[in-house]
Structure formats: C-alpha cells, structure tokens
C-alpha cells in the first residue's frame, strides 16, 4: 500500500541514500552509530535545523572511498555551491569535505575545539600539581 516496492532508492538503500535537493551553502558531515555497532556517515544541512530537508546524504560505513563516491553522485554544480563544511577532527572527513566540497572551507565543530582546549588545560593542571607535590 505504502509504495515501498516500487522505490526508485530500494536497490540501494541498504547502503546508501542521498538527496541533492536538499544541499545548502552550508553542510556538517560526522558519523553514528545507530544500532549493533554499524557505523553511519550522515550529511545534513544545518540550515533545516533537523526537519524537513536536513539529510543531504547517510552512507553506510566511514570508509573515506565509500563516501566521497556516494557523495560524486551529487551533481558537481551543486557541490561546487557548499561554501562551509562543519566536521570533527578526523583525517578521513578531511578527505571527504576536499574530494566532494573542494571549494568549501573547513569547520572544526566547536564540540572537537572544546574537548582540545579541555584536555590542555588538564595537562597543565597535572603537570603543576606534581611540581607542587
């Protein structure tokens, strides 16, 4: 009744969707868990504010290959059009963000620069209390 055989993305959603529509300027790529352990990377436009519209791309995996491949699938047009992309520290979203997004600039989400500055400063405060010791 639902249409769900008949889904144009059924062959493929297992592993992948995307949604071109749904790009903006601005884009956040990170990953998730969401049950047993399997590992997600989710694009989603932050202007949407978590409602309709704000899934860009959820691929299944965090395989840098893997995800920049579902990501070519986004008319290049439309990605040339992503001015900023927020993303935590790691090597394999940098990669992402540069193969797909080459002219968006680089957001360290604020989370990452926290736990940084968090974890300096409690460095510092174990390295003075054992001179004080």
């Known amino acids: ?69 579902t990501l070519k699938l986004i008319p290049e047009n439309l990605r040339s059009m992503v001015k900023e992309v927020t993303m935590d520290l790691s090597n394999s979203m940098n990669l992402i963000v540069r193969c797909c997004f080459p002219k968006a600039s680089r957001t360290i989400d604020r989370f990452h620069v926290q736990k940084l500055a968090c974890d300096a400063l409690q460095e510092m405060r174990i390295a003075h209390r054992w001179d004080a010791i």
């Open 1 to 69: 009744m639902s249409g769900y055989r008949q889904w144009s993305e059924l062959s493929h959603a297992d592993e992948w969707l995307v949604f071109p529509k749904n790009i903006g300027k601005r884009l956040c790529i990170d990953e998730t868990s969401i049950s047993d352990g399997e590992l997600y990377t989710i694009v989603s436009n932050p202007d949407a504010r978590g409602g309709k519209g704000s899934l860009v791309a959820l691929v299944k995996g965090v395989k840098a290959q893997d995800v920049i491949d």
